[in-house]
């Protein structure tokens, strides 16, 4: 199991991110229908079935991984610490922050009875996302393996959570914390957006 478990990369969180991403789809699908009216093309379709299969595959899949990391990083301690000093792999430690945000958004039936509840959830969320981030964003100014001047788009990763967390917030009604959010995400994709249309050596990426 240690030598499996070694070959499993943070990376891996991307399977609950793209089913998470289908359900976000499919769940605007449902509140369209609930709002607007049914799409032609999509009337018959189970769309409320759908959303909830996916949301339910999202989950199942970010605990399997979760606990699978969890036990690579008991028995193999070293490679995670290689990730995390990775350039590009510590961008995939964003992954999971982004899936638990939309899964909030897209829940077939309201998770908690409290707003005041998912509030503290979203501000427990945001603010392990944010530690992350700083430690990141400090190597992009500061730093010399991870500085902007070596961007690759694995560095929007940690902007799409801002985005994503900007969202949730204002949907719980924090305007504060989704404007905080939003203009965090803005300046860093500028700056990313910036730093990748000016770096010339593109194998770089990959070193």
């Known amino acids: 199991m240690g030598f499996e478990l070694h070959r499993l990369p943070a ?5 609950s991110l793209g089913t998470a991403g289908q359900a976000g789809l499919w ?5 369209h229908n609930e709002t607007t009216g049914p799409l032609s ?7 409320h079935g759908l959303s909830t299969a996916f949301w339910i595959l999202t989950l199942g899949a970010l605990c399997l991984t979760t606990l699978s990391y969890v036990l ?6 070293r490679s995670v610490v290689w990730e995390f000093r990775s350039s590009i792999h510590i961008n995939f430690f964003f992954m999971p922050f982004l899936v638990l945000l939309v899964l909030g958004v897209t829940a077939p039936v309201p998770p908690f009875p409290s ?6 959830l979203l501000y427990v969320v945001v603010a392990l996302m ?11 100014m500061y ?14 990763l940690s902007i799409v959570g801002n985005i994503i967390g900007a969202g949730v ?6 305007s504060t914390l989704a404007m905080f959010l939003f203009s965090i995400g803005m300046l860093y994709l500028l700056l990313t957006l910036t730093a990748l249309h000016t770096v010339r050596d593109s194998r770089s990426w990959l070193g």
């Open 72 to 77: 690579k990083a008991v028995l193999r301690w």
């Open 11 to 15: 990376s891996a969180f991307g399977i």
């Open 27 to 31: 769940s605007a699908l449902k509140l």
């Open 130 to 140: 944010l530690a992350l981030e700083i430690y990141v964003y400090t190597e992009w």
């Open 41 to 47: 093309f999509l009337s018959n379709a189970p769309i």
């Open 115 to 120: 707003a005041k509840f998912s509030l503290v």
């Open 143 to 156: 730093g010399v393996s991870r500085s902007l001047a070596w961007a690759n788009p694995t560095y929007q």
């Open 169 to 174: 917030a204002a949907q719980l009604g924090d």
